[in-house]
């Protein structure tokens, strides 16, 4: 199977065997080997449940103001001290996609969750991907093609 000639295998290759730059990565994202999203895939799934917590304490906080607001005037220090829990939560979120994003993990939705590393598959740049409930990243996607169109990764 040749690259060169439009076939493809499913092979996991080194960062460097890509053939072109990957058009349609994040600004901030780059190359890791499939042993290296491997190696991360522990923190990102920790990183992931903060996350989903995160989000889970950010929607029951916009309720709390939602509730509030029906009673009590937008400058009410309770409605203050609510929105600047929010606003920390928000910038605790923040932080901790900078530091998974920092080493090549990006999330690609939470609920299910899913990750992704930018990495190469027979000289291409592709995404290999993982959803919770999997117990490895056994998949890759073309870029363009998105989460949902996910191949096997072929491995000897």
Do not use: C
């Amino acid at each position: 199977m040749n690259a060169d000639e439009g076939t493809y295998a499913g092979r996991p290759m080194p960062p460097t065997a890509a053939s072109r730059a990957g058009e349609g990565m994040p600004r901030n994202a780059f190359l890791v080997s499939i042993d290296e999203a491997r190696d991360l895939l522990g923190k990102g799934q920790r990183s992931l449940a903060v996350l989903q917590a995160l989000h889970d304490d950010v929607n029951a906080l916009a309720e709390e103001i939602e509730h509030l607001l029906d009673g009590l005037p937008p400058e009410h220090p309770t409605v203050k001290e609510v929105a600047d829990l929010t606003a920390g939560t928000i910038t605790e979120w923040q932080e901790v996609v900078s530091e998974m994003e920092s080493h090549g993990t990006h999330v690609v939705s939470l609920d299910p969750g899913r990750l992704q590393w930018f990495g190469v598959v027979d000289a291409r740049v592709v995404a290999f991907g993982w959803e919770e409930g999997e117990d490895d990243i056994e998949w890759y996607h073309e870029i363009s093609e998105g989460f949902l169109q996910r191949k096997p990764l072929i491995e000897a």
